[in-house]
């Protein structure tokens, strides 16, 4: 875990968005109009990827081309952030090819999530630089954008004041808390829990010894959330933590032939309860519509009893 990262100039108005589909291709190309409409609402310019509207069997394009349009934002000096356009599958995929030196060298907003978790986690350690896990922008700006996630995605990215506070969700929104109360402080890290899983036993494993460590996942059952957290638990990456934060989980109930099984509060109270750690469930951080911005490598402090999660230092600069 770097000790102390880089922190990525702050977006400001006028500044330049680029593009990029370092994972699955668009379902609509109408998602990139629309996403550059929202932000454009916001103040800034945008700057496609040559290769944003390729398709390549599951990919965004071959691999090289898409890890190619990444490395060519990150040398561009008129562009200031560089926001994802589509999760799905395939960001591993650039790990090996990426120029970490060009990368650290040209720091920059990186902004995604769930199948970005990969190459969140791998710019923060490799290039030592704070990334954002967040909207992406073809579906969370393109289809459903809300002013709740847009004013803590400017709130994280614009403002360089420390002490910003992040609410566990829209008004209304209480987590549950899995294990005791109390405060627990560390560097943000975590993203999708298969994609922490897939990273175990590889170069790009994450450190989550005195971290805060926050995950989510959608279209899990349960028992698959199991074994996942049981892996997790047996790499030390569970124990070892500060603190855990679990976003809220979409459509990660049991189902079918499975429908009468545990519950997901069960399995996280059974996998996590025993932890002497605080541990919430409940943040908006994942697949829904409204969601929060958490920066990979900066500072926070969980409050459960509180319920919000102060950032201590700012996340850009």
């Not at 589909?21 to 609509?28: G, K, N, Q, T």
């Not at 700006?141 to 847009?150: A, E, I, M, V, Y």
Request: hydrophobic share 40%; charged share 25%; proline share 6%.
């Amino acid at each position: 875990m770097p000790e102390h990262p880089i922190k990525p100039p702050r977006l400001k108005a006028g500044d330049t968005i680029g593009l990029v589909a370092p994972a699955s291709p668009l379902l609509s190309f109408s998602d990139i109009d629309r996403a550059k409409r929202v932000l454009g609402s916001l103040g800034f310019a945008v700057a496609e990827g040559d290769h944003i509207r390729s398709r390549h069997g599951f990919l965004a394009g071959e691999d090289r081309l898409r890890a190619g349009d990444l490395e060519k934002m990150f040398a561009d000096r008129k562009v200031r952030g560089i926001f994802a356009l589509r999760g799905g599958y395939g960001s591993a995929r650039l790990l090996d090819l990426l120029d970490w030196e060009l990368i650290a060298a040209n720091p920059k907003v990186l902004l995604g999530h769930s199948d970005l978790t990969a190459l969140l986690l791998a710019v923060y350690q490799r290039a030592g630089m704070v990334t954002f896990w967040g909207p992406l922008a073809g579906y969370d700006l393109g289809r459903t954008s809300t002013p709740f996630k847009l004013k803590w995605l400017q709130a994280v990215l614009c403002d360089s004041r420390p002490g910003l506070r992040l609410p566990q969700g829209p008004p209304g929104r209480r987590w549950r808390t899995i294990r005791r109360a109390g405060t627990a402080e560390g560097r943000l890290v975590g993203g999708n829990l298969s994609l922490l899983c897939s990273l175990l036993g590889t170069p790009f494993e994450p450190d989550t010894a005195g971290a805060l460590l926050f995950f989510e996942d959608v279209d899990e059952e349960p028992y698959r959330f199991d074994r996942m957290l049981g892996q997790l638990a047996m790499a030390g990456k569970l124990a070892r933590a500060a603190g855990i934060v679990v976003g809220k989980c979409v459509n990660c109930e049991p189902q079918g032939r499975m429908r009468h099984s545990f519950r997901l509060h069960q399995v996280l109270q059974d996998r996590l309860g025993g932890l002497d750690i605080p541990v919430v469930y409940g943040t908006a951080l994942g697949h829904e519509a409204d969601k929060i911005t958490l920066p990979i490598g900066i500072r926070a402090r969980l409050d459960i009893e509180k319920g919000n999660l102060t950032l201590l230092e700012p996340a850009v600069g």
